[in-house]
């Protein structure tokens, strides 16, 4: 069974810092996607990386998929308190898991 | 375009009672659907998958179980809730052969 590692778990910075979370498997995947959830409602997808190396920016989010398909990464520019949620990261084998995710608090 | 709904978005049930959660999508055919449960605010935790009417795969042995009466129909049951049952219940559909879901709003069950 593949596994998708998030990481860190929980993250409290400051508005106008910059972080980078992270989405770790030892298996390949030929895509991974990046949700963002809200408390009380399901998961909202913002992006799908599907080619090895590839990088996608998304306003003032750039997710990258690592070269060998295996991690990727969610890199936020002065994070603002609109960007709090809890960040997932999914693949699928013959169907979708999903990592733990990464819950992040933007501090006014 | 497509939607999908999922009902009731609360419930409170006793222990010992059953459980019916429905999930419809519309404006597809024959997606893959899935149930997760989600604890605490956490990850989403596979709990079954159809790629078909009649299809259900089974993710993780529990109390509950799942139906695929219809093409774009999917039911969460179980017999006899158990207290440990309480979570987020988030239903989702997928294209075949496309790694992307859409999730409905989600129930929030307790069981006391």
């Known amino acids: 069974t593949q596994l998708l590692e998030q990481s860190p778990q929980f993250l409290s910075i400051q508005e106008g810092e910059n972080l980078t979370v992270y989405c770790n498997s030892s298996?390949?995947?030929?895509?991974l996607q990046w949700y963002r959830q809200e408390p009380g409602e399901g998961p909202v997808l913002l992006v799908t990386v599907v080619t090895g190396g590839e990088v996608k920016k998304l306003k003032r989010l750039t997710f990258q998929f690592g070269d060998a398909r295996k991690d990727s990464s969610l890199h936020i520019t002065a994070a603002q308190p609109g960007d709090t949620g809890l960040y997932l990261c999914?693949?699928?084998?013959?169907?979708?898991?999903f990592g733990k995710g990464t819950r992040l608090h933007i501090l006014p | 375009s497509q939607t999908i709904h999922q009902w009731p978005a609360t419930l409170v049930q006793p222990v010992g009672s059953p459980l019916s959660l429905e999930c419809t999508v519309e404006g597809t055919s024959n997606p893959n659907l899935y149930w997760y449960r989600q604890a605490a605010g956490r990850g989403l935790q596979l709990l079954f998958y159809?790629?078909?009417?009649?299809?259900i795969s089974s993710e993780v042995p529990q109390n509950l179980s799942a139906s695929r009466p219809q093409d774009r129909q999917f039911i969460l049951s179980s017999k006899k809730l158990l207290l440990s049952d309480s979570g987020f219940y988030l239903c989702a559909w997928s294209r075949k052969g496309v790694d992307e879901a859409f999730f409905g709003q989600g129930t929030r069950l307790t069981v006391v």
């Open positions: 298996s390949v995947f030929s895509s």
């Open positions: 159809s790629v078909g009417i009649g299809q």
């Open positions: 999914a693949g699928r084998d013959d169907k979708i898991i």
